[in-house]
């Protein structure tokens, strides 16, 4: 079974954090030559603190990460309106070094008609929103499908096909020669949501570089099969097809928005929708049956969570939203530490079988 022969493909030894990094462990991106920290900063509207925390926080919080090994901070055009950007900009100033650095480009349905013109001009203003001449990582955030329904928009943008994407004129092309100028190093798509098929077809077609892909303990999909009672989006394995064809491969959505954080509410910082979500609450209850999983009392859910991303090589570098500190701290101990028991996989495997008991 997957979860099984999963524990026998990593085996590393544990290890606590350094005050200075030095316990952190990188890999490589994909066929890049990156070499990205396992816990990468995630500055989104999903824990909030590079768009709603104080300048002070901001910089002390980057500061303290990097100290701690983190050399990855991901963006976005979208969160906050443009104010992730606008705030980490100022704060990647007072660094003492450059980290690398990856924002997203999304776009409206209107925009499709000169792709070119529109993810440029967004790239563009990213740079100058962040203050840098150039971006290492720049990932697609539109979700992509087989059929396109025009004029069919979602929380991100409008939904492309896989001919936007690898056709004349689209998204490939269009980030090929953003390259070729110097305004971006790598570049890559997003599976989340969307259809698998379109992803797949991307990944064997396309030259990417890099995959921003759905993967937590909650639902696994983009990387192994699921039973049959699993009612959860399917991303048909994505996360295998990328890592064989060389792509690296950034986690999204570890903590489920926030319902694997073990808390019943979203932090105050939290204003990325969760609660509102009608998913969250049923992910809530399926976080609740994963205590077992937990070293010892003083483990979070959240670092059970994180844990179980890091068990699988094929993933690159795993994004934490964070909204204070010590959350840091938190996600950083993660790194080095031994995959599952055989036994605890195997209770794992029971729940995905039932839902989590909500089948």
Not at 102 to 108: E, H, N, T, W
Not at 112 to 132: M, N, T, Y
Not at 207 to 212: A, E, G, N
Not at 251 to 274: C, K, M, Y
Request: aromatic residues 8%; proline residues 3%; glycine residues 10%.
């Amino acid at each position: 079974m997957f979860l099984l022969n999963l524990r026998n493909t990593l085996k590393i030894c544990a290890i606590g954090i350094g005050s200075s990094g030095e316990n952190m462990k990188y890999r490589q991106l994909g066929n890049t030559d990156i070499q990205i920290s396992e816990i990468g900063f995630g500055c989104g509207n999903t824990a909030g603190l590079m768009i709603w925390g104080s300048k002070a926080e901001r910089i002390k919080s980057a500061e303290h990460a990097m100290d701690l090994g983190i050399n990855y901070f991901d963006t976005a055009a979208t969160y906050g309106q443009g104010r992730s950007e606008e705030n980490l900009g100022p704060v990647l100033s007072e660094l003492s070094s450059r980290p690398l650095v990856g924002s997203k480009v999304a776009l409206q349905e209107e925009e499709l008609a000169d792709i070119p013109k529109f993810v440029r001009a967004s790239v563009e203003r990213s740079l100058s929103r962040l203050g840098l001449d150039y971006l290492d990582i720049v990932h697609l955030h539109n979700r992509v499908t087989v059929r396109r329904d025009p004029g069919k928009t979602l929380a991100i943008g409008a939904l492309l096909d896989a001919e936007q994407m690898l056709g004349d004129s689209g998204i490939q092309e269009t980030f090929e020669e953003l390259k070729k100028e110097g305004k971006l190093r790598y570049y890559g798509f997003c599976a989340f949501g969307g259809d698998p098929a379109a992803y797949h077809e991307i990944a064997d077609r396309g030259r990417f570089d890099s995959l921003l892909v759905f993967y937590n303990i909650l639902n696994p999909s983009s990387d192994r099969f699921m039973p049959d009672n699993f009612t959860q989006h399917d991303y048909g394995q994505i996360l295998s097809k990328a890592s064989e064809k060389g792509i690296g491969t950034v986690i999204l959505r570890v903590l489920e928005a926030g319902a694997l954080s073990g808390d019943a509410t979203p932090h105050e910082l939290n204003q990325g929708g969760p609660s509102s979500d009608p998913s969250y609450a049923q992910n809530a209850l399926r976080a609740n049956a994963l205590h077992f999983l937990k070293k010892d009392d003083s483990e979070t859910l959240a670092q059970v969570a994180i844990r179980f991303a890091l068990m699988n090589p094929k993933v690159s570098t795993v994004l934490v939203g964070f909204s204070e500190l010590t959350q840091i701290n938190e996600a950083v101990s993660c790194v080095g530490h031994e995959p599952f028991t055989q036994t605890q996989l195997e209770q794992l495997e029971n729940l995905y079988t039932t839902d989590f008991g909500l089948a």
